[in-house]
């Protein structure tokens, strides 16, 4: 409401009470379109209104489709072979010792992703030993199997990050390819 307007409350016709019953409803059942913005995120193509005191605000939508793709074993070895990628592993220091990682890769895990990702590049390169990933570079996180690098993914995609993507095998499938030396 406009601070200079003083308005009497009046019951809402019954009408509005519907809509608003319905409204989650239809955008709880409806399908997510490829291409959607990400949650929260307002581009340059989201209308903007005013609204009764003559403020302009933008609106945003909302969608529940990836943010990414997967990366496959192939994708991901030509991403590291021509350095056109951060390859984050999201696993703890033990299962690297344990299992082995990937060559090239940076240790950051899952627990210290949102912190890591938010420090000074120097900070950064100090703790984990390598190259903070500016918000434009390509991105992959890995994990064992791919699902802690799911979680990773949608982290940075909140804190910024554009070009993010799930090596979907983690682990497991690198071995699975890797010739054995």
């Not at 982290?155 to 071995?175: C, R």
Request: aromatic letters at 8%; proline letters at 9%; charged letters at 20%.
């Amino acid at each position: 409401m406009c601070s200079n307007t003083v308005r009497k409350p009046q019951p809402a016709p019954r009408t509005q009470f519907w809509c608003a019953a319905l409204a989650p409803r239809l955008l709880r059942n409806s399908p997510a379109l490829p291409g959607a913005p990400v949650p929260g995120r307002t581009s340059a193509s989201s209308p903007v209104v005013t609204n009764r005191c003559g403020e302009e605000l933008q609106l945003r939508r909302f969608s529940a489709a990836p943010s990414s793709a997967g990366v496959s074993y192939e994708q991901l070895k030509r991403l590291l072979a021509g350095r056109k990628a951060v390859v984050i592993d999201v696993r703890e220091p033990w299962e690297l010792r344990e299992y082995g990682h990937i060559p090239g890769s940076i240790n950051v895990p899952l627990g210290q992703v949102n912190t890591a990702l938010q420090l000074a590049p120097e900070e950064f390169d100090e703790k984990y030993g390598g190259v903070m990933p500016q918000h434009t570079d390509n991105i992959v996180f890995t994990c064992l199997a791919g699902i802690r690098s799911k979680k990773a993914l949608d982290t940075a995609v909140s804190l910024g990050y554009k070009d993010v993507q799930n090596y979907l095998g983690g682990w497991q499938d690198w071995e699975k390819n890797e010739p054995q030396k």
